[in-house]
């Protein structure tokens, strides 16, 4: 065996290690493994002045020892691309997990690949239609762009994910890819029983690096998914629906590594690489000329923290943030989204339409009043509103249980079968709300329904 081919285990500080090389030390990103077992993986993330390498281990740290060989493979993260990982459960490094045999491809990449050039990306100014009629109408999604979904545990997140996944899939014959960071595995279980009994899964990679794993592992999942959805986009020309959950835990586990390497942490103690480690991830999920990547992505808010640092760095990235709210979900009304919270950079005629944008805005007028009239109503009672200001609290009332709607992917837990509803039906059921046609009706009667065609046949 070649010497500059071998080197030393020096140190080893639970996941980082620190390897010897008498000759050429080996570039960044480098795999090696250990020379008595090819199953340990050790990726080279640093330098120090001496003839050493600091590594990342993504196996157990506990095979290792002071002394132990191990070998250069002069090469990245290599992971299997195309067509036949549809339907597939693969881990980091593109290895199946779901019992199905081995994935044949003929072509592989590494995970480690540049962005786009700015000349290359192509921005799009189509509205993709998701059938969630709360987000179509507040939140609207840009094929191509960026949607963040924010909130603390147990708000429905993944819930909108799953739900995003089978309605482009069912109604628009799209194909997806999901990188799950850092979630529990029994989660996983339940997406992954529920895309197979809606017939989902085969149009869809799943890239996991779950709780259990080692923070290397976990840092470096959406970056396996991503190659996946850039071989997409770029050789075989499809648009891709990109999700990420959970985005903050790619965050953690970044830190969980700078601690371990023991550098100066910068702001509520997160690395100080912060800003680059998310630009370097988030800056290859773009459209090209070929096709696009349209990224939505779960941001767990720790202690519903808003203000935290990771969570900030993230916002920028993002054209639409849909914020899940544990006050809405208390209330029943799911998805759980805080309406007057959440935020979008695409209203405007140009790109709903004149009719969505003139609806939207009054929405928004009538319901930023309805918090404040909510305050009174809670301490005083409907009773004490003035007349004008009554019409105006009913009609949020009703606007809000409208917004309410079944989710294919938990007919299972509901017992009640799933609604996908246009964007313009939405738009013309608000107008009619907000217009005054359904005054005389009870709140009640607008919870959970797919269009107002639904309560105006029923009557009152």
Same mark, same amino acid.
């Given at each position: ?50 003839? @050493?390498?600091?590594? &990342? ?30 339907? +597939? ?16 491809? %003929? ?112 840092? +470096? ?7 996946? !959805? ?10 891709? /629906? ?5 985005? $903050? ?22 690395? !100080?690489? &912060? ?27 720790? !202690? ?12 920028? $990235? ?14 029943? +009304? ?11 950079? /695409? ?13 939207? &805005? ?9 918090? $404040? ?6 301490? !005083?009672?409907?009773?004490? /509103? ?7 609290? @009913?009609?949020? %009332?009703?606007? /809000?249980? $409208? ?15 799933? %609604? ?24 009640? %009667? ?13 009557? +009152?």
């Amino acid at each position: 065996m070649p010497e500059e081919s071998t080197g030393t285990i020096t140190g080893i500080l639970e996941d980082v290690v620190e390897v010897l090389f008498a000759k050429d030390k080996p570039s960044r990103h480098e795999l090696l493994t250990l020379a008595e077992d090819n199953t340990v993986k050790l990726e080279v993330y640093g330098s120090t002045p001496q003839d @050493r390498v600091t590594c &990342l281990s993504y196996t157990d740290p506990s095979k290792l020892y002071r002394g132990a060989k191990v070998i250069r493979q002069f090469e990245t993260i290599t992971v299997p691309v195309g067509s036949a990982l549809l339907g +597939r459960i693969v881990d980091v490094f593109g290895q199946p997990h779901d019992g199905k045999g081995e994935i044949k491809v %003929k072509k592989s990449r590494s995970i480690y690949q540049n962005p786009p050039n700015f000349q290359s990306i192509v921005e799009s100014r189509e509205i993709l239609e998701t059938g969630i009629k709360i987000i179509d109408f507040f939140t609207p999604f840009l094929k191509g762009g960026k949607i963040g979904l924010l909130g603390g545990a147990g708000v429905g997140k993944t819930v909108i994910l799953s739900e995003f996944m089978h309605n482009i899939t069912v109604f628009h014959k799209g194909i997806s890819v999901f990188a799950g960071i850092g979630e529990r595995i029994r989660e996983a279980h339940e997406m992954i029983e529920n895309l197979t009994e809606t017939n989902v899964l085969p149009n869809v990679t799943l890239v996991f690096g779950q709780m259990n794993e080692r923070p290397a592992v976990r840092f +470096r999942t959406g970056y396996t998914a991503a190659t996946i !959805a850039e071989y997409f986009r770029d050789e075989e020309g499809k648009d891709v /629906l990109f999700f990420v959950d959970n985005a $903050y835990r790619f965050i953690q586990a970044g830190n969980e590594l700078s601690i371990l390497m023991n550098t100066i942490p910068s702001e509520d103690g997160y690395q !100080a690489t &912060l800003s680059s480690d998310i630009g370097v991830f988030q800056e290859r999920l773009v459209s090209s000329g070929n096709g696009s990547i349209t990224s939505v992505e779960a941001i767990y808010v720790p !202690a519903d923290d808003f203000s935290d640092a990771g969570v900030q760095t993230l916002l920028p $990235y993002f054209d639409s943030q849909v914020v899940l709210s544990r006050e809405v979900a208390e209330e029943g +009304r799911r998805p759980a989204v805080d309406i007057t919270a959440s935020t979008s950079g /695409l209203i405007t005629p140009s790109l709903i339409g004149k009719r969505h944008y003139e609806t939207y &805005l009054e929405s928004e007028r009538i319901l930023s009043r309805y918090q $404040y009239l909510d305050r009174i109503v809670s301490i !005083a009672g409907e009773n004490e /509103l003035s007349g004008d200001d009554r019409v105006l609290y @009913r009609r949020a %009332k009703l606007l /809000l249980n $409208y917004m309410t709607q079944d989710f294919f992917m938990v007919t299972n837990q509901t017992g009640r079968p799933g %609604k996908y509803v246009k964007r313009q039906d939405v738009v013309e059921d608000v107008a009619d709300i907000i217009g005054g046609k359904l005054d005389g009706f009870g709140y009640e %009667k607008l919870l959970y329904i797919s269009t107002l065609k639904e309560v105006l046949k029923s009557g +009152r």
